[in-house]
């Protein structure tokens, strides 16, 4: 099990730019996928992007090109580089490891997986 903390959201206008980030701790040794999923009010959990330990990215259609998620060296950290944001992204962010994957231009999540306790995006037009 690993413990995931969120930072880095927070107020944008449209057109601009934010880097999430995911702290990880706890026991990884059985982490092979990561994720950021997002949740706006009283809309359903959307899944955005996932990496796996070999670094391979899969992306949903929504923000595939305006989103980039990466970790670091460690695989201590999880990011999302999110520009040219638009206020359709204003939700809650959450990461997530393991129970993570996408197909079809969409990301899923079996609901098996670690969630942190998410970081509030809100972009105004």
């Known amino acids: 099990q690993v413990q995931l903390v969120e930072s880095g959201g927070g107020s944008v206008q449209a057109g601009g730019s934010l880097r999430l980030s995911c702290a990880v701790t706890?026991?990884?040794?059985?982490?092979?996928?990561m994720g950021w999923f997002r949740q706006a009010p009283g809309k359903e959990r959307e899944g955005l992007a996932t990496?796996?330990?070999?670094?391979?990215?899969g992306y949903a259609h929504s923000v595939k090109g305006r989103f980039t998620i990466s970790q670091d060296d460690s695989k201590r950290t999880l990011y999302l580089q999110m520009s040219s944001l638009k206020p359709e992204d204003t939700a809650m962010y959450y990461c997530?490891?393991?129970?993570?994957?996408?197909?079809?231009?969409?990301?899923?999540?079996?609901?098996?997986?670690?969630w942190g306790q998410g970081t509030q995006v809100t972009v105004s037009s």
């Open positions: 997530t490891a393991d129970g993570v994957y996408c197909s079809g231009g969409y990301c899923y999540t079996t609901g098996e997986g670690d």
């Open positions: 706890g026991d990884t040794s059985n982490t092979y996928y």
């Open positions: 990496i796996d330990s070999g670094g391979t990215t």
